[in-house]
């Protein structure tokens, strides 16, 4: 009895596992959008002859846009060292002078990288006589926010599935444990039990095995995150806090739910069963 109760609360707490799963991904899908999208940068080309004082004016001026998210100035002499990594240390010697220019990348807000809106974006900074050119990738930027629309429903679909496969785990698996003393129950019914006195200790027991399962699984995911904190510490950055809060609520409610609604609808179908379909 003690080793079917323990499987049956493994099998839950692995369902619910999944499910705490697929949650997180969902809920945080908008941050994680965000992360990949605020990683994509603008390169504000200087032209050559403006100085550094006037470059790092600029760039405190690019810093108060309300599209701009982060920037980085990339000086002469930093941009010089890139390029002699790239072409080899001697490619200035085709040049009397460095010629590369101060730059500034952008790392705009997320509601800002988009096709059209990156468009008004470089418009707006290619008004300053500072700036020669406005770079950005803008194939990059296309099939990013094309892939993640696909993740984001596609992550729709899978929790909708592992909610109903979570649903039909669970229903089964009470139900075997329900079934199991349909005996005890229908001599309960012979002297007289009301369903809700034989109903009342099945839904207990299940709110009880929904709310251990429930913990468990979200003892798993936290120990998975505290990993993924230790290994990416960026990446863990991406889940909001309110999100794991949420999560872990929808587990514990899922658990709840679930055992109790499933141990519900398989106690009422063994109490219509007459005495010859429990020996079937």
């Known amino acids: 009895m003690a080793f079917a109760w323990i499987s049956m609360l493994i099998s839950i707490t692995l369902v619910l ?8 991904l969902l809920v945080n899908a908008r941050s994680i959008s965000d992360y990949f999208r605020e990683s994509v940068a603008v390169s504000v080309v200087l032209k ?11 760039e405190k001026t690019l810093a108060g846009k309300d599209y701009v998210k982060a920037t980085t100035l990339i000086s002469r002499e930093q941009g010089t060292a890139e390029m002699a990594g790239l072409l080899g240390e001697d490619f200035l010697e085709a040049f009397g002078e460095t010629p590369v220019p101060v730059s500034i990348d952008l790392n705009l807000k997320p509601e800002y990288v988009s096709k059209d809106s990156l468009e008004l974006v470089k418009a707006d900074i290619g008004e300053s006589p ?6 950005y990738q803008s194939s990059l930027v296309e099939a990013l926010n094309e892939n993640l629309r696909r993740v984001s429903l596609v992550l729709a679909v899978i929790t909708a599935l592992l909610l109903f496969i979570s649903f039909v785990l669970i229903s089964n ?3 075997l444990s329900v079934f199991a003393k349909r005996f005890t129950v229908h001599t309960m ?3 007289g039990a009301t369903k809700g006195f034989i109903r009342r200790p099945f839904m207990g027991q299940a709110a009880v095995m929904g709310i251990i399962a429930s913990v468990l699984a979200c003892l798993i995911i936290g120990g998975g995150l505290f990993l993924l904190h230790e290994k990416f510490y960026q990446l863990f950055n991406v889940f909001e806090k309110t999100n794991l809060i949420i999560t872990a609520a929808a587990i514990v409610v899922a658990g709840l ?4 609604f499933s141990t519900y609808v398989s106690t009422n179908r063994l109490l219509s069963l007459s005495k010859d379909e429990l020996y079937a």
Do not use: Y
């Open 173 to 175: 698996t009470m139900r």
């Open 48 to 58: 050559t002859d403006v100085p550094d004082a006037d470059a790092a004016a600029f």
């Open 130 to 135: 500072l700036v020669d050119e406005v770079v």
């Open 257 to 260: 739910l679930v055992c109790t």
């Open 17 to 24: 596992v999944l499910v705490g799963i697929a949650t997180l």
């Open 189 to 191: 019914k012979q002297v």
